[in-house]
């Protein structure tokens, strides 16, 4: 009799709670998730205006500054009309793909004489150490300018790599710096058309490449990560540069000129945006950025959901950290005009970097579905379905190829929505992991799926409760009950969003997403 009584209560103590509380709270959070929805629409509105003007227009950056060619047929010059390039391939554990990356580099177009590669190799494994090095003397006997470089402990991550190599004195003699990632391969002719919009252009820092991805079709995974870099590169980078001259480093596939990086304070690892970090100072000193979108970079995009999701807290937090560290460095900069600050605090800072994370999933995974629960709350037509669709419209512009995938972007990026919300908050509130470094694995020309035979098949099964993610499985089953309670008494329809958003979480839950490598 206690516990039918009990029972009775909680619907009692339900309905007083409800509304004075309940509603008014989810109210509250509705408008603050509307209020973010609107800011992202208006910034992606902005930008398909600039955009569409910069193509119309054809502010292409040759056209905006110098870039004739070097002369590389004066006998009085001979090389010397060159300058002289440092190229840094930093690597850690990269047996997959590190004879790429140093292949290319030393394949550039360039006058041997004034090319210096440096191999900055942090790998803990002694044979990867190994193999590494001994490509390095390979490419030392054919004449190549190269260097390896190790330290006696990984301080700084890649920051301290670079850090530490542009200490050596041979450096004092480069005038720019080539960063390249151990998965990038530079064409040849990569050098020839960057650095002359450094040469000719003394109010330049940095020229920016855009990558182009060798595995774009390995699986469904990749290709939606394409479709997200697309965007950032035909859109967000083109903009940024057309407008104010400044974008967001990549960390590769970039040449930048030292005495810029010297000026800013050089590298700083007091986040895991490193590159970002030096973007931000170097353009506060008054360094103007070019984005050069023909000039394309071969790349590897991670195809293992674990790879990925590191990679993604490492992007999402690293800004959100580096904001809070800088906002009011940028507010008290005397160098740049108020213009500049205003876009690097709002556009680049605030909606990119932490509202697009927050609002993705607060209001599409969480807000939404609780108001099915509270049918006295409303979300307009124009918040939940025109202001997204029009958004994810907008984002389709970078792959026009990957259009037919676009509802299965939107599944995908509502479940990344997840971590990189995660990850935002940990920056912003410099929690635990907020300095958390993970190398992203790169799996190269490596075999990635074996055929199963009976003798493994075991092994396979057990490995699969190491592939569950039980976080995405719980908010699976939350979209999949709120999508049934929705169809047996809702009138917003909005269970068909549920149950299709539930799926995308069961199956990056149970792992099925993403390549599967078998483990020795």
Same mark, same amino acid.
């Given at each position: ?6 029972g *009775?209560?909680?619907?009692?103590? +339900? ?10 709270l989810?109210?509250? &959070? ?17 930008? &398909? ?5 910069v193509?119309?227009?054809? =502010?292409?950056?040759?056209? =905006? ?23 840094? #391939? ?33 790998? @803990? ?10 490509e390095? %003397? ?14 006696e ?5 890649? &920051? ?13 003699e480069?005038?720019?710096v080539? #960063? ?10 990569y050098?020839? =058309? ?16 855009? +990558? ?5 079709? %390995?699986?469904?995974? @990749? ?5 997200s870099?697309?965007? $950032?590169?035909?859109v ?19 040449? +930048? ?18 590159d ?38 490492r992007?999402?937090?690293?800004p959100?950290?580096?904001?809070r560290?800088?906002?009011?460095e ?12 205003? $876009? ?9 970097? #932490? ?14 579905? @609780? ?17 997204? @669709? ?9 792959t ?7 509802f ?11 971590? =990189? ?38 092994k ?16 699976? *089953? ?9 169809l047996?008494?809702g ?30």
């Amino acid at each position: 009799m206690e516990n039918a009584g009990a029972g *009775a209560q909680l619907p009692e103590a +339900w309905s007083q709670v409800r509304a004075p509380v309940i509603v008014p709270l989810l109210r509250l &959070a509705v408008a603050v998730c509307l209020t973010m929805s609107v800011l992202l629409f208006l910034e992606r509105m902005y930008m &398909a205006v600039v955009i569409s003007g910069v193509k119309l227009l054809r =502010r292409r950056p040759e056209r =905006r500054y110098r870039c004739d060619p070097l002369p590389d047929d004066d006998p009085e010059l001979g090389s010397s009309a060159f300058p002289v390039v440092l190229v840094q #391939i930093p690597m850690f554990n990269e047996r997959e793909v590190y004879q790429l990356s140093i292949g290319a580099v030393c394949g550039l177009s360039w006058p041997s004489d004034r090319l210096v590669v440096q191999v900055l190799d942090d790998s @803990t494994d002694p044979i990867i150490k190994e193999m590494v090095r001994m490509e390095c %003397e390979r490419w030392a006997h054919k004449g190549v300018n190269i260097t390896y470089q190790i330290r006696e402990n990984r301080k700084g991550y890649k &920051a301290g790599a670079l850090k530490e190599g542009m200490k050596h004195g041979y450096v004092r003699e480069c005038e720019y710096v080539a #960063i390249f990632d151990a998965d990038f391969q530079p064409d040849p002719d990569y050098l020839r =058309r960057t650095i002359p919009y450094l040469v000719h252009n003394s109010d330049i820092a940095l020229v920016q490449a855009r +990558w182009r991805f060798v595995n774009a079709d %390995e699986c469904l995974m @990749t290709r939606m990560q394409e479709m997200s870099l697309d965007y $950032h590169f035909t859109v967000e980078q083109e903009v940024s540069s057309s407008v104010c001259a400044f974008f967001g480093f990549n960390g590769t596939a970039g040449v +930048w000129r030292i005495s810029a990086v010297n000026e800013a304070g050089g590298w700083k690892d007091r986040t895991t945006v490193e590159d970002m970090d030096l973007a931000i100072r170097a353009s506060l000193k008054g360094w103007k950025f070019v984005y050069l979108g023909d000039v394309q970079v071969k790349s590897e995009l991670p195809s293992t959901f674990k790879a990925f999701r590191f990679q993604q807290h490492r992007w999402s937090c690293g800004p959100a950290n580096l904001f809070r560290k800088m906002l009011m460095e940028i507010v008290r900069n005397k160098k740049v005009t108020i213009w500049k600050k205003i $876009h690097v605090i709002y556009n680049f800072f605030l909606v990119r970097k #932490i509202v697009a994370h927050i609002v993705t999933f607060t209001f599409y995974c969480l807000i939404i579905p @609780t108001t099915i629960f509270v049918p006295e709350v409303r979300i307009p037509k124009w918040g939940c379905v025109y202001i997204p @669709t029009i958004i994810t419209l907008l984002n389709s512009v970078g792959t026009p190829r990957s259009f037919h995938l676009l509802f299965f972007w939107i599944l995908f990026e509502n479940v990344m929505s997840l971590h =990189r919300t995660k990850a935002t908050l940990i920056g912003l509130l410099e929690a635990g992991r907020a300095n958390e470094w993970v190398v992203t694995e790169k799996l190269g020309n490596a075999m990635k799926m074996k055929s199963s035979s009976k003798s493994s098949a075991k092994k396979s099964f057990m490995r699969m409760w190491d592939r569950l993610n039980v976080t995405e499985l719980g908010v699976g *089953a939350f979209l999949f009950s709120c999508g049934w309670y929705d169809l047996a008494f809702g009138k917003d329809h909005f269970f068909i969003y549920l149950f299709f958003q539930a799926m995308a979480f069961f199956i990056v839950g149970i792992g099925y997403v993403g390549t599967i490598v078998p483990q020795s």
